[in-house]
């Protein structure tokens, strides 16, 4: 049980102490881009937790048995965009075969999962933690996880936001960069929490 | 209210505007839009709540009617496409499909088609919520049982293929359901 522990607060710690997007700021673009909708925010947030997730098992195997034994570390940047762009694919070819129409009901958001800032930054962000594949796997979805929650949040308060009276001047993208600062300094609120 | 460009809400568009908006994408139709006369089958869940993409009839078989969708990336397009990565990587590749039962549409015609929005969080928690329970489950089960690195990831990747197979079920029982058919909205004809 204590490993679950461990694994529990490995989730937490990722998923909502140090998030992708408030804390850590990686993902803004689509953070900003995708999430004028909740419906659009939800699933972008899927596809990008199935990516992340599927290509941290990748990543994880490459550096341990490639980068690291050969101390190619120099090329970890390149071999992880390439790793993240393959999921992309397999995703993309996996759902095309599972059902033509889902594929055209989700397609739209594979191609931008590839430029995606947050998840090259999850896949670095693996190699300092050291883990072991499980751990390196949990680490990635959670992570995604919080990204995805992020995302959803964020695009129900733009919703709100679009009915609201603003000023001319903070219409649009001012109003959400404002909105998005108070989030990040509420999410700030967990990084009191003990994980002791 | 003033909004910024291409960030226009869905509920202040007057339901009867013709007017086709390119390079958006999944907009939302007003309260109470309903499809057309010209519209296949509707949602099975009932709900008008719909999800809007403009497409073009590029191919007309018989039922079959062959849409294209418009480009643009998932973000909506914003006037930075032109040097945004999504746009490079693939986010304007104009994406083919098929639609059977949609009558009096012809070759250039410019549609709306619309999706419940249910539908949407459907396709995307088979698509991608499946694969991923099995793949997580398949890998904590492995560890938890004493496994090392090389079995767990082994069971993860089994994980992973079991999910994918049952997604396929799901997907095709939803599909017969008629829960990822998107209905016709409105069209504009085009040049012959």
């Known amino acids: ?27 803004l673009c689509s953070f900003m881009g995708v999430t004028t909708k909740v419906d659009t925010a939800i699933g972008m947030g899927m596809a990008t937790t199935f990516v992340i997730t ?10 341990k048995f490639l980068l690291m034994p050969f101390e190619l570390g ?15 694919q397999f995703t993309e070819m996996v759902i095309r075969k599972v059902s033509p129409v889902l594929f055209q009901t989700l397609g739209i958001y594979l191609p931008l999962i590839t430029t995606n800032c947050a998840v090259l930054g999850i896949a670095l962000l693996l190699v300092d933690g ?13 992570s995604s996880l919080g ?4 995302m959803v949040v964020f695009a129900g308060l733009r919703e709100r936001i679009a009915l609201a009276s603003v000023p001319r001047l903070f219409a649009g993208p001012p109003i959400g960069f404002i909105t998005a600062g108070l989030l990040a300094l509420a999410f700030m609120g967990f990084s009191g929490i003990n994980t002791n | 209210m003033s909004l910024a460009a291409g960030e226009r809400s869905c509920n202040e568009r007057p339901p009867s505007e013709g007017v086709l908006e390119t390079g958006g994408d ?33 191919a007309v078989e018989r039922d079959t009617v062959w849409f294209e969708a418009e480009p643009g990336g998932g973000c909506g397009a914003c006037a930075a496409m032109a040097s945004c990565g999504s746009g490079k990587f693939g986010g304007g590749k104009p994406r083919r499909f098929e639609m059977a039962g949609a009558p009096g549409l012809r070759v250039g015609d410019r549609v709306i088609l619309g999706l419940a929005e249910g539908s ?5 928690a088979t698509a991608f919520a499946i694969p991923l329970a099995g793949m997580l489950g398949a890998g904590i089960i492995a560890w938890l049982a004493g496994g090392g690195d090389g079995e767990t990831a082994l069971a993860s990747i089994a994980g992973l293929g079991v999910g994918v197979l049952l997604a396929r079920l799901c997907a095709g029982r939803l599909s017969r359901r008629g829960d990822f058919t998107p209905v016709v909205l409105r069209r504009e004809r085009g040049e012959r």
């Open chain 1, 1 to 27: 049980m204590h490993e679950m522990h461990d694994l529990f607060l490995l989730m937490v710690g990722s998923a909502l102490v140090n998030n992708v997007v408030l804390a850590r700021f990686l993902g």
């Open chain 1, 54 to 63: 599927v290509s941290s098992m990748g990543d994880w195997a490459l550096e």
């Open chain 1, 74 to 88: 120099y090329l970890r940047t390149v071999t992880f965009i390439l790793v993240i762009a393959a999921a992309v």
């Open chain 1, 130 to 142: 050291k883990f072991g594949f499980i751990q390196s796997t949990i680490f990635a979805f959670s």
């Open chain 1, 147 to 150: 990204y995805s929650l992020v």
């Open chain 2, 26 to 58: 999944c907009r939302r139709a007003p309260h109470g839009a309903k499809a057309s006369p010209h519209s296949g089958r509707p949602p099975s869940e009932g709900s008008f709540d719909l999800i809007e993409r403009p497409v073009r009839v590029v």
């Open chain 2, 120 to 124: 949407l969080l459907r396709a995307a």
